[in-house]
């Protein structure tokens, strides 16, 4: 199973907003509607942002918000504030109780 | 609140077997619709899903790693286990443990583990 696709890094200033893309195929990203996004600040553990393609856990701000497209899911980050500056990961199941996950994409807060 | 932590050795050699515990605290592993899993991160890559367990001991694992990986549970522990195999400097990541919860969503997850191999 191909890891899904991120861009390496994105970045926006404070206040702005940012949309991370996560590229799979017909058989993970594309089958399913079961694709979570994980923010990772390097030495802690990584935290569920978004499951189910759009769907929050309590206490993530609704900055935060999910969509796919065909192959393609998206994260977007709303009102960029520092603290948003992490890795982010996406994760797509693909059938037969596999999971895939994206190679992250740096986020860097201007 | 669910906490998980896990535990084993830092350094492995060469061709030998690597052994993590992940202990969980805060919540029985034995709760139904939770499977458990671990996942990796080697140094400047991204994360790589190894496998997943349930308390009936069902398993299902990373078709890549699937001929090394073994992933066990203890409920009287409240405990699960991942035992990798035959070793090489490939393996060294950070090993996380994590409560899966449905298809996708890992929604617990422990720090982290460092473990390097090297002779």
């Known amino acids: 199973q191909s890891a899904l696709t991120q861009p390496r890094s994105v970045s926006g200033s404070p206040g702005q907003s940012v949309t991370i893309s996560c590229t799979g195929t017909?058989?993970?990203?594309?089958?399913?509607?079961?694709v979570s996004w994980y923010q990772h600040h390097p030495g802690k553990a990584p935290k569920l942002m978004i499951f189910?393609?759009?769907k929050r856990p309590s206490g993530v701000p609704d900055r935060f918000s999910g969509s796919k497209s065909g192959n393609t899911a998206s994260l977007t980050i709303s009102g960029l504030q520092a603290e948003d500056e992490a890795d982010y990961y996406c994760?797509?199941?693909?059938?037969?109780?596999?999971?895939?996950f994206g190679g992250g994409t740096k986020l860097t807060v201007l | 609140q669910l906490q998980l932590q896990e535990s084993g050795p830092g350094l492995v050699k060469p061709s030998e077997t690597l052994a993590l515990t992940c202990t969980v605290s805060?919540?029985?592993?034995?709760?139904?619709?939770?499977?458990w899993g671990w996942i990796r991160q080697p140094p400047g890559k991204g994360l790589e899903c190894i496998g997943s367990?349930?308390?009936?001991?069902?398993?299902y694992y990373n078709s890549s790693l699937k001929s090394r990986v073994t992933i066990s549970i203890d409920t009287s522990k409240n405990q699960f286990s991942l035992k990798l195999s035959s070793v090489t400097a490939a393996d060294t990541a950070v090993y996380y443990c994590?409560?899966?919860?449905?298809?996708?969503?890992?929604?617990?997850w422990g720090q982290g583990t460092l473990v390097t191999v090297s002779s």
């Open positions: 994590a409560r899966l919860n449905g298809y996708e969503k890992f929604d617990y």
């Open positions: 805060g919540g029985s592993i034995s709760t139904t619709s939770y499977y």
């Open positions: 367990i349930y308390h009936s001991g069902s398993t």
């Open positions: 017909s058989s993970d990203v594309g089958a399913y509607n079961f």
């Open positions: 189910d393609v759009n």
């Open positions: 994760c797509s199941y693909a059938g037969s109780y596999t999971l895939v």
